[in-house]
T-cell receptor, first 114, second 115 residues
């Protein structure tokens, strides 16, 4: 079984400041890792994923996350946030064998202030 | 290529009624997942289906909840005799029929309110 912990339920930050959203997981098997973003009253959109290879993965809108196996973490970072980044962010894991469900963290609400 | 579609987007039911939630996966996808999001919480896995088969229903409540994904038509999540605690957002996700299905595409969700 897997579990995911997002330590911060809310993160307020000013526009153009850097941000880090923390994610730790536990699993008895190897996993794939994901970050999803949810805008108000919408479904989830995949932001980025780690499957294998380089431990640093990037999204097209400036977010990046680093897989740290020893610390079982997959923290999400952005060097300079925009108002439009205000949303709920979910970290998720899936066992790296065929066709398995995602286990989500509780979510972190990123609130970007002008 | 249309994304995952869910309907209705909002559903209001009185206690004791039945709720039927529909999910049409992306074209070419044959794997469907249902998740429930309670207020102020993350998503919790409910059930994983392939066409005409339930693969994993370990997250489904033992009573009142059922799911199907017929050969033709959308996947249906059915909740009988709804109670107030069933009020939540229900999300469907789909993925393609590959040997390793690791990426899921989510629909906009159905927000169920039980009065």
């Amino acid at each position: 079984a897997q579990s995911v912990t997002q330590l911060d339920s809310q993160v307020p930050v000013f526009e153009e400041a850097p941000v880090e959203l923390r994610c730790n997981y536990s699993s008895s098997v190897s996993v794939y890792l994901f970050w999803y973003v949810q805008y108000p009253n919408q479904g989830l959109q995949l932001l980025l994923k780690y499957l294998s290879g380089s431990t640093l993965v990037e999204s097209i809108n400036g977010f990046e996350a680093e897989f740290n196996k020893s610390q079982t973490s997959f923290h999400l970072r952005k060097p300079s946030v925009h108002i439009s980044d205000t949303a709920e962010y979910f970290c998720a894991v899936s066992p790296n064998n065929a066709g398995n469900m995602l286990t989500f963290g509780g979510g972190t609400r990123l609130m970007v202030k002008p | 290529n249309a994304g995952v579609m869910q309907n209705p987007r909002h559903l209001v039911r009185r206690r004791g009624q039945e709720a039927r939630l529909r999910c049409s996966p992306m074209k070419g996808h044959s794997h469907v997942y249902w998740y429930r999001q309670l207020p102020e919480e993350g998503l919790k896995f409910m059930v994983y289906l392939q066409k005409e088969n339930i693969i994993d229903e370990s997250g489904m409540p033992k009573e009142r909840f059922s799911a199907e994904f017929p050969k033709e038509g959308p996947s249906i999540l059915r909740i009988q005799q709804v109670v107030r605690g069933d009020s939540a957002a229900y999300f469907c996700a789909s993925s393609p029929p590959s040997a390793i299905t690791y990426e899921q595409y989510f629909g906009p969700g159905t927000r169920l309110t039980v009065t």
